[in-house]
């Protein structure tokens, strides 16, 4: 991660609400029989739209891109396939982000692989850049975002990426709590990663 990198701390609250208006949106004109997430990071946005879409019918697929903040593998990689049966299948594939949008398009690509009829795709937040736009997103950032969910692995990657210079440390962890990082757990994130790093 650079040291000009820049933050937006999304809460709770915020997630919640940006999932149930793309839940709204998604049911007027999809009824998927299955929600894919894309682990991890699309865990828990599949989990709260199972509930806002009333549809039980949760999966999981895993690829593995990301090595930590800003940093990337020369190409996203399935590691862990579609976890139940989505032949014949309507299905909606979810991640908190598309980034490059590398491992959302070889999930989909996957799943359609499996036999699926059809599949829309939904993320709450678009890079600019993504060469991958969902059928469904909320908002566009080139920030780095940061979900309650992925605190503690973001101030990890800071602490390695400034490879014991406490001073970038520092620099990066307030910039953290500027952008509205409990500034508790931060503090705490950091001090347990110091001491893995001894």
């Given at each position: 991660?650079?040291?000009?990198?820049?933050?937006?701390?999304?809460?709770?609250?915020?997630?919640?609400?940006?999932?149930?208006?793309?839940?709204?949106?998604?049911?007027?004109?999809?009824?998927?029989?299955?929600?894919?997430?894309?682990?991890?990071?699309?865990?828990?946005?599949?989990?709260?739209?199972?509930?806002?879409l009333?549809?039980?019918?949760?999966?999981?697929?895993?690829?593995?891109?990301?090595?930590?903040?800003?940093q990337?593998?020369?190409?996203?990689?399935?590691?862990?396939?579609?976890?139940?049966?989505?032949?014949?299948?309507?299905?909606?594939?979810?991640?908190?982000?598309?980034?490059?949008?590398?491992?959302?398009?070889?999930?989909?690509?996957?799943?359609?692989?499996?036999?699926?009829?059809?599949?829309?795709?939904?993320?709450?937040?678009?890079?600019?850049?993504?060469?991958?736009?969902?059928?469904?997103?909320?908002?566009?950032?080139?920030?780095?975002?940061?979900?309650?969910?992925?605190l503690?692995?973001?101030?990890?990657?800071?602490?390695?990426?400034?490879?014991?210079?406490?001073?970038?440390?520092?620099?990066?962890?307030l910039?953290?709590?500027?952008?509205?990082?409990?500034?508790?757990?931060?503090?705490?994130?950091?001090?347990?990663?110091?001491?893995?790093?001894?």
């Amino acid at each position: 991660m650079e040291s000009s990198a820049a933050f937006k701390i999304i809460t709770w609250n915020q997630t919640y609400k940006m999932l149930l208006k793309q839940s709204k949106t998604i049911s007027t004109s999809f009824k998927p029989e299955i929600l894919v997430g894309l682990a991890r990071g699309g865990w828990i946005p599949t989990r709260i739209m199972s509930d806002l879409l009333d549809n039980p019918a949760v999966a999981s697929v895993r690829m593995e891109y990301y090595e930590g903040q800003n940093q990337t593998k020369p190409h996203a990689l399935l590691t862990q396939p579609v976890s139940v049966n989505v032949k014949k299948k309507s299905v909606l594939l979810l991640d908190e982000v598309s980034d490059t949008g590398e491992s959302l398009n070889l999930a989909k690509g996957h799943i359609l692989c499996q036999g699926a009829a059809e599949i829309k795709t939904a993320t709450l937040f678009c890079k600019p850049w993504s060469k991958f736009e969902p059928d469904f997103y909320e908002k566009q950032t080139g920030l780095w975002i940061v979900f309650p969910w992925e605190l503690k692995e973001t101030v990890i990657c800071i602490v390695r990426n400034s490879k014991k210079d406490t001073e970038k440390t520092k620099q990066e962890t307030l910039k953290l709590i500027k952008a509205g990082a409990p500034k508790d757990l931060v503090l705490r994130f950091v001090k347990e990663a110091l001491e893995e790093n001894k």
